[in-house]
């Protein structure tokens, strides 16, 4: 070879591992309460052209905590609500003070992403109780760029507060949040193409969330939209599913339906911002020659609903409407116009970003969301999802009024339902698709989604439909048994660390290779799984009392024939007091 020849070669495999050495980039569009089930994507049709027609939807994506800020706080930092203890809007139990409080401000993805080399920007809406009067005590860690939306002004469309890398809040007054908001995200994405180090970029605007005035009592009212787009969907309904406004015990009433219908319009509308932005940030990575080293992630904090179960606009609930939310990822090596059928949370985008910037987080409750054709087909992950929450459930809308407490903090709104509290798992594997809840009550829900999609039997209610539980079976056991298992995988996740969430079933059973609900079920274990402490409760709190939430650990399957021993033990357990010495 000439020592020119050489030399080109060498200068071609130098730049191929500069090539190799960057590290991706990262763009996080988060909306506010955006459905699924309520068709929203479908009216996206910026977000249809440049992300689901160019990436991967996961559509058995959740959201473990079906409210703002501890939803927001448990994807930012990849950790169950039940380990940041941050569960609330507001503090005493929630809130940016108790994010800070918790360590949180200096141990979570954007702290992470600066530490591997990434520069970081964000703009929107951060987390509840970030306001005015806390926004500099202390500042928010980990960004070298920041435009935050600021309480109580966050839900106004058209008086949005913001403070920019730290100084005194300015007012936008008169402008629309979400414009406001999309003009920020191109200014940091200029900003963050001008340095040599990979980035992220994330974009939270408030649509569609609804406009919320935290005077006394605050007021909750319908998402409001830019004037150019209060032309559109006119004829939009809710989709009547079978959930919708169910006559037993008794319907909401046609002026309540036909304002709820206008209620998730307006919602429709305010997203058309968010669409429309979409193209743009995606035109400029384009126009930037970009595209080939950016993950793009769309998603929303959780999910909503409006009339289905009879209830007022509203989320916080376990149901398929509040949890199961949109997850669009486009970006390297992620197969186009894919639906991946894949269980995935919120908790796991932390580590799904972390793993990006090149480094593996074994100690976050989550696990990396498998992007390339290759491990989308294989997916580690398991089939559970873990669902928690504390607190009230507010109505939103002019007739979700009802009840009157009043809630310290939030303006005196009156609440319905302060009993709030509950711990749900879903279970989405080969056979079978279930939603499990044991409420503070003492309520408990079970509903096999398989036969019954819209969650309308509880077979769990003793005074209702517990007769459809007779002669129920699932993978050819009774529903006893079923419950029985259900509740012990419970017990695991709603106290879990970082290995016993990944893999709950191994908690249980250690030493073994029982993976999944089907494992479980198999009729050697009856008696070890009927013997088990259930999940209770022996009052509804507004936090995480632990000292109220009843027994804290499962039993633990010794099982001795995976080390080659005879099995003797078969219908035998061992009590070790604590499981998570095991994981
Ligand atoms: C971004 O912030 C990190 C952490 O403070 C710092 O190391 C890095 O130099 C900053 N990047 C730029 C472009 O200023
Ligand atoms: C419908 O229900 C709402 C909320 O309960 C109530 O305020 C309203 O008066 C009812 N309207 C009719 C026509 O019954
Ligand atoms: C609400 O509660 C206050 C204080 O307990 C009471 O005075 C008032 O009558 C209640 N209002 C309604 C509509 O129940
Ligand atoms: C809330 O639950 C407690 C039990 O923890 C019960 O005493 C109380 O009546 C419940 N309140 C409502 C409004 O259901
Ligand atoms: C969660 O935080 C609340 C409020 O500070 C505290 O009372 C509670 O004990 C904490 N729970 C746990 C499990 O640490």
């Avoid at 087909?377 to 929450?389: K, L, W």
């Avoid at 809308?397 to 749900?424: C, D």
């Amino acid at each position: 070879m000439s020592p020119l020849r050489r030399m080109a070669a060498f200068a071609t495999a130098l730049l191929t591992t500069i090539a190799a050495a960057k590290k991706p980039n990262i763009l996080f569009v988060l909306t506010d309460d955006q459905d699924w089930h309520m068709q929203s994507l479908d009216y996206m049709p910026l977000l249809h052209k440049y992300m689901i027609n160019e990436g991967t939807l996961y559509d058995q994506h959740y959201c473990t905590v079906a409210v703002c800020c501890p939803s927001r706080v448990n994807l930012w930092t990849g950790k169950a609500a039940h380990t940041t203890n941050v569960t609330d809007l507001f503090p005493p139990y929630g809130g940016y003070p108790k994010f800070v409080e918790e360590g949180l401000n200096d141990d979570w993805f954007a702290t992470s992403l600066q530490q591997l080399g990434y520069n970081t920007y964000y703009t929107g809406k951060l987390f509840n109780a970030h306001s005015v009067d806390t926004y500099n005590a202390p500042f928010v860690n980990g960004f070298n760029g920041s435009d935050f939306l600021l309480d109580p002004y966050t839900y106004e469309y058209y008086r949005a507060h913001m403070t920019r890398n730290g100084a005194p809040p300015v007012s936008y007054e008169g402008q629309y949040s979400p414009d406001v908001i999309a003009e920020k995200a191109y200014g940091f994405l200029d900003e963050a193409t001008t340095h040599d180090e990979p980035w992220f970029v994330g974009v939270a605007p408030i649509a569609p969330h609804s406009d919320v005035r935290f005077i006394k009592p605050a007021v909750f009212n319908m998402a409001k939209y830019a004037p150019r787009h209060a032309h559109l969907f006119k004829d939009y309904k809710i989709p009547r599913t079978a959930d919708f406004n169910p006559d037993e015990p008794s319907g909401l009433n046609d002026t309540v339906i036909e304002y709820n219908d206008e209620f998730q319009r307006s919602r429709l509308r305010a997203l058309q911002a968010v669409d429309e932005m979409v193209e743009h940030l995606i035109k400029k990575l384009e126009a930037k020659g970009l595209l080939d080293n950016t993950y793009i992630f769309y998603t929303t904090d959780n999910g909503y609903h409006i009339s289905q179960h009879r209830m007022h606009p509203g989320k916080e609930c376990p149901y398929e409407t509040d949890i199961h939310i949109p997850l669009i990822i486009r970006g390297p090596g992620i197969p186009a116009g894919h639906t991946a059928r894949v269980v995935s949370s919120h908790t796991d985008l932390t580590p799904t970003m972390l793993k990006l910037a090149g480094s593996d987080r074994p100690d976050l409750d989550g696990t990396p969301v498998p992007l390339d054709a290759e491990s989308l087909a294989n997916p580690a992950s398991g089939e559970h999802v873990n669902v928690e929450f504390w607190g009230f459930a507010i109505p939103e809308g002019k007739f979700g009024k009802i009840g009157n407490e009043s809630l310290p903090n939030i303006g005196g709104q009156a609440i319905a339902a302060r009993n709030n509290t509950y711990k749900a798992l879903r279970v989405i594997g080969e056979g079978y698709n279930l939603l499990y809840t044991v409420w503070c009550t003492g309520e408990r829900e079970f509903y096999d989604l398989h036969r019954d999609a819209g969650e309308m039997h509880n077979l769990l209610d003793s005074d209702g439909a517990a007769h459809l539980a007779i002669g129920y079976t699932l993978e050819g056991r009774s529903f006893d048994q079923v419950i029985s298992r259900l509740d012990s995988l419970l017990m695991v996740l709603k106290s879990c660390k970082s290995t016993s969430c990944h893999k709950p079933w191994g908690a249980l059973h250690t030493n073994s290779n029982i993976a999944t609900l089907k494992d479980a079920l198999h009729g050697r274990f009856d008696a070890f799984y009927a013997e088990q402490p259930k999940v209770a409760f022996s009052s509804c709190q507004l936090g995480y009392l632990v000292d109220e939430e009843g027994p804290q650990h499962a039993n633990v399957w010794d099982d001795d024939e995976v080390r080659g021993l005879p099995n003797t033990k078969q219908q035998t357990f061992k009590y070790y007091g604590d499981y998570s010495l095991w994981t």
